[in-house]
């Protein structure tokens, strides 16, 4: 059961859903503050429209910012040292799985001194089936390319 919780969360536009019950729960205050007798004034209601540009800006904001962080291009490593990227994956709730394996990877590379140019960093996009294929293609080689 949980995991068909897990799924429909995924699948939910959870912050089209959260303006949603903004407006809505904005419109009764202001319905009921105001004790406006219909609904048409509550939609010419100033403050009533302004939360809805709030809503509205707010939901914009969050998925542009998703938009940008998920073109980013990972960080780069200096010349001088090489790198293992751990990527997020679909169905890592909160990237624990990402985190523990980045943390685990660290604490293995501090340990060992002979490492001592190899860095670890999470990568920031979500990795799944369809956009997986190639991505060492992508990440390593024009790296490579620029050391030659």
């Not at 293992?84 to 060992?112: C, H, M, N, W």
Request: a neutral charge; proline letters at 4%.
């Amino acid at each position: 059961m949980s995991k068909i919780i897990d799924r429909l969360i995924d699948l939910l536009p959870i912050p089209l859903l959260i303006a949603c019950a903004v407006v809505v729960v904005c419109g009764w205050t202001i319905k009921e503050i105001r004790s406006l007798s219909s609904n048409a004034a509550v939609l010419r209601d100033a403050w009533f429209q302004v939360a809805c540009v709030v809503a509205l800006a707010g939901t914009a904001a969050f998925y542009a910012s998703q938009a940008i962080l998920a073109h980013a291009g990972p960080e780069s490593f200096s010349e001088k040292e090489r790198g293992i990227y751990v990527a997020r994956f679909d169905g890592d709730p909160d990237d624990k799985v990402q985190l523990q394996t980045f943390e685990s990877l660290r604490d293995a590379l501090s340990v060992d001194g002979s490492l001592h140019d190899v860095r670890v960093a999470r990568l920031p996009v979500s990795l799944n089936a369809s956009n997986s294929s190639g991505i060492g293609d992508r990440l390593l080689f024009p790296l490579c390319r620029s050391r030659r």
